[in-house]
């Protein structure tokens, strides 16, 4: 009987709970053992695993988090430590890994499949900032997380006639800001992809809509990009409209995961494990256009992915 073993790994993401139910539902009806892995490779060198049954994964579809809990591990990044992950694996009789998590780490499992064992990756991270796919578990709870916290902020940012300068999460990725931006009506997006000019991209569209009656304002504001505090007292200062700064932070990483992302991470996990019952390694799944696929991890890894310029100016043609 074939044993694979499943790990989270990186930044959690909601979504992530729903997935590794998947990869152990379909590894025990396709009748493979099953271990979970804890701690990520952080577990997977230290042989902190668990055996995994039908009911081990009962309850967990709709929590946020990762019941495996995550890491990052430095020593996994040596050849030493990829040789002990590997060697545990051996001892553990561990065939196939699901590795569900970011770019660095699919990089550890292509290391890992090059030490024999066969490895699959599932992109689940918030920012939807992986290449080869167009969607990765967590990136819709995120966005609708940030679009009700929004919604809360627009009350007293109304009753008070302010701007409030949302920060969300996206250090390089503005997939967040972008799709919550919309999704809130903000008044200005600014998204590290793209490089805004303060007077115009905020100053001049604020004015704008101050002359045809507007009174308040929201201004969402990738992490990326700067001090959201400093951006707000500058507002503050050339429009004279009361200002404040929100850094929404780790909220954004929490919660219950949306439709979206439970159905996703069910297809995705679904699909590893079937990549693993087949022999298949250093692999990516992804999903385009509505279709599960995957790709060599050499490959995904250096594809490019860009944010979407026709959806970026579109958001600023209705937000006036
Ligand atoms: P997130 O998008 O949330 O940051 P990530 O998977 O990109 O997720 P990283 O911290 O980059 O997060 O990687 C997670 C772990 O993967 C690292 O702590 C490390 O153990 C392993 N890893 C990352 N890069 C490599 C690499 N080049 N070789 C081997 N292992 C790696």
């Not at 940030?146 to 940012?157: A, E, K, L, W």
Request: proline share 1%.
């Amino acid at each position: 009987m074939k044993t694979i073993g499943v790990l989270t790994s990186g930044g959690d993401a909601p979504g992530m709970n729903a997935a590794v139910r998947a990869v152990v539902r379909t590894g025990l009806e396709n009748d493979m053992r099953v271990v979970g892995i804890y701690n990520g490779y952080e577990g997977l060198m230290s042989g902190d695993v668990a055996e995994m049954n039908l009911r081990s994964v009962s309850n967990i579809v709709q929590r946020g988090g990762t019941v495996l809990r995550t890491a990052r591990s430095m020593e996994f990044m040596t050849d030493r430590g990829q040789e002990k992950a590997a060697d545990m694996c051996h001892r553990l009789g561990i065939e196939g890994v699901v590795v569900i998590g970011g770019d660095g780490s699919f990089r550890g499992a292509q290391a890992l499949s090059r030490k024999g064992i066969n490895c699959v990756g599932i992109p689940g991270t918030i920012d939807n900032d992986i290449s080869c796919t167009d969607l990765t578990i967590g990136f819709d709870t995120a966005v609708n997380t940030v679009m009700q916290m929004v919604d809360m902020v627009r009350d007293t940012t109304e009753s008070h006639s302010r701007c409030s300068v949302i920060e969300v999460m996206g250090r390089k990725a503005g997939y967040i800001a972008l799709y919550s931006g919309i999704a809130v009506g903000a008044t200005s997006i600014l998204i590290p992809e793209f490089e805004y000019d303060f007077d115009i991209d905020v100053v001049e569209r604020m004015k704008k809509t101050i002359s045809t009656g507007k009174q308040h304002f929201i201004i969402i504001f990738a992490e990326g990009c700067g001090d959201a505090t400093e951006m707000a007292r500058q507002i503050e200062r050339e429009t004279g409209v009361e200002s404040r700064a929100t850094i929404l932070g780790h909220v954004q990483r929490g919660g219950s995961p949306t439709v979206n992302d439970r159905v996703l991470a069910s297809r995705m996990g679904n699909y590893a494990t079937r990549l693993l019952r087949d022999d298949c390694s250093s692999r990516v799944v992804a999903i385009k256009n509505d279709t599960i696929v995957d790709y060599d991890i050499e490959e995904a890894l250096q594809m490019e992915k860009e944010i979407d310029i026709d959806i970026y100016r579109m958001a600023h043609e209705i937000s006036i």
